[in-house]
């Protein structure tokens, strides 16, 4: 009878482990689905409520006839683009949703403790287990392209934006292309049987845009120069570059606008040692750990640098209803939802920057009156950069014409806005090549 009960209970046993590796591995993100759901829907739909105006961005600035605007391939296109972005951007956003309910989970510590270690030896072995990210040894999730984008759509690409420089020269406004730099650093070294393509792509499409004669500020080269840590600069979280690398880059981009432009601008006012540091502790959990799940990748402290001595800025987004005049912290930064999150253990705290992508931000400078005005054709890297630019300009505009939710959609015209507003140079900032574009 001993026997009979010994192997009885064994295939119970044996589906008991399977279960709890099951729980353990995908358990984090089952547990997402209770903690705080009432409360976390409540504020999105709130500030949803307050904040959605319906602009029509083309009756404001309307298309001209006057421009050529390039061509798209799409059938060429290796990139997601319409609806599958649409997709793509709605999952993202999910994933985010579900992950921040998970860390308060009750009974789920001792689970996610063996879901960590497990998972974190499957991926680190190269398995695939995020299909294109892996966690590398300092606990950070990268994000790399197993990819290569076709040579055609780089090149295409590089066209349309060599158009969109020569009809701003035409209206005697330069144009500068700012390469910005992934988390995926070109010395990782990658997990077994993964190949990345995304400082190859990036050095293909400089290569382009050069042939294009286009002016191209690549600050990859930049922060290996001055022997910068790359993977400090970014979040273990997300995708982004910190807060805090968004002085850096600004600094480097108002010396370069300096040398190159001749804008005099007071660069010295982005040194370090202007600023005091201010944290809110656990506050971010991106993209990134939203994907992999907090049973790997807990959040992590959100930092910015906050200007010594009297700032006064203004910054009108009017799709969202924002109009604020304030000190640095107070116009250009969303402190409330630093705080929420930070309460909550972490949260996408990176859109409390410029209020997140909008289609149309103006920031002006209160307190200095240089007539500089620059004008910034932005994806979500610009909400880190734009805040410490406008320390030395008077003013700096973002206009986001990436399409999908959660992004900028403006769909006005990006001359007629030129035209209107005058700015002193246009610059487009990404960190992927900007494929799929045309500029109206």
Not at 116 to 123: D, G, L, T, V, Y
Not at 158 to 165: C, F, K
Not at 331 to 351: H, I, K, P, V, W
Not at 426 to 440: A, H, I
């Amino acid at each position: 009878m001993g026997n009979i009960l010994k192997i009885s209970l064994f295939p119970k046993l044996v589906l008991s482990i399977i279960g709890i590796g099951l729980i353990a591995v995908c358990g984090g993100n089952i547990g997402n689905i209770c903690w705080k759901y009432v409360y976390e829907e409540k504020a999105e739909t709130e500030e949803a409520e307050k904040s959605d105006i319906s602009v029509n961005w083309k009756e404001i600035y309307p298309a001209a006839d006057d421009f050529e605007i390039g061509r798209i391939d799409r059938a060429d296109l290796n990139e997601s683009t319409g609806l599958e972005q649409k997709i793509q951007n709605s999952s993202e956003k999910l994933l985010q949703k579900l992950s921040n309910l998970e860390n308060k989970m009750i009974g789920f510590e001792k689970i996610r403790s063996l879901g960590n270690k497990f998972r974190k030896i499957w991926c680190r072995g190269g398995y695939g287990v995020w299909e294109n990210r892996y966690l590398n040894d300092e606990n950070m999730v990268i994000e790399i392209s197993t990819e290569p984008y076709k040579d055609s759509v780089l090149s295409d690409s590089a066209m349309n934006i060599a158009l969109l420089q020569k009809n701003l020269q035409e209206m005697e406004i330069p144009f500068l292309y700012i390469q910005v730099p992934q988390k995926s650093c070109r010395e990782d070294d990658l997990p077994d049987r993964l190949v990345d393509y995304t400082n190859l792509d990036l050095d293909k499409y400089a290569e382009a845009l050069s042939e294009q004669n286009i002016n191209v500020l690549d600050l990859r080269s930049r922060l290996h120069e001055q022997g910068m840590e790359h993977h400090a600069l970014f979040y273990n979280t997300d995708h982004h570059w910190r807060a805090t690398t968004g002085l850096w880059a600004a600094k480097e981009v108002a010396e370069y606008l300096d040398i190159m432009y001749d804008m005099e601008l007071n660069t010295e006012g982005l040194n370090r040692d202007r600023f005091k540091e201010i944290v809110y502790s656990n506050a971010m959990f991106g993209s990134d750990g939203a994907t992999v799940g907090r049973s790997i990748v807990m959040p992590e402290d959100f930092s910015y640098y906050s200007p010594i001595g009297a700032t006064a800025f203004q910054l009108v987004s009017i799709d969202k209803g924002i109009d604020i005049t304030g000190k640095f912290d107070q116009a250009l930064l969303d402190t409330d939802m630093l705080q929420r999150f930070s309460d909550l253990n972490g949260g996408y705290a990176y859109e409390c920057l410029c209020w997140g992508n909008r289609p149309l931000s103006e920031i002006r400078n209160l307190n200095i009156n240089n007539n500089t005005r620059v004008l910034i054709i932005s994806n979500s890297f610009a909400l880190a950069l734009a805040p410490y630019l406008a320390l030395v300009c008077e003013e700096v505009d973002l206009i986001d014409i990436r399409k999908g939710e959660g992004l900028g959609n403006f769909d006005g015209s990006i001359y007629a806005y030129v035209q209107e507003e005058k700015p002193d140079i246009v610059l487009m900032l990404s960190d992927k090549p900007r494929v799929g574009e045309l500029y109206n």
